[in-house]
Nanobody, 123 residues
Framework: QVQLVESGGGLVQAEGSLRLSCTAS????????MGWFRQAPGKEREFVAA????????SYADSVKGRFTISRDNARSTVYLQMNSLKPEDTAVYYC????????????????WGQGTQVTVSP
């Protein structure tokens, strides 16, 4: 089992920045592809970004490409999401995901989830 704990969410003005962190425990995450998803009220959970197990490959949703950066530090069992140039439409609960299927952007392929952290972007 893997336990994931997110942190770093909050309230920020448009064009501001936040960095989310996801720290894992229970098992080393070095063998897992990791990612971030988000869910806005009344909407389905959607893919945001993913990073391969060794960190060599990344993937982003078109809506965040060029603004968000995913990274990982396997020695610290931590995954990060740097979010710049935030927009009000980025407002959502952000979830860390572990052991996801590379190439799939469906939340149904994720085996482990964090509890989520709220990100609110004001106009």
């Amino acid at each position: 089992q893997v336990q994931l704990v997110e942190s770093g969410g909050g309230l920020v003005q448009a064009e501001g920045s936040l960095r989310l962190s996801c720290t894992a425990s229970g098992r080393t995450i070095g063998n897992y592809h990791m990612g971030w998803f988000r869910q806005a009220p009344g909407k389905e959970r959607e893919f945001v970004a993913a990073i391969s197990a060794r960190g060599y490959m990344t993937s982003y949703a078109d809506s965040v490409k060029g603004r968000f950066t995913i990274s990982r530090d396997n020695a610290r069992s931590t995954v990060y999401l740097q979010m710049n140039s935030l927009k009000p439409e980025d407002t959502a609960v952000y979830y860390c995901a572990a052991d996801l299927r590379w190439g799939s952007r469906s939340y149904s392929t994720v085996n482990y989830w964090g509890q989520g952290t709220q990100v609110t972007v004001s106009p």
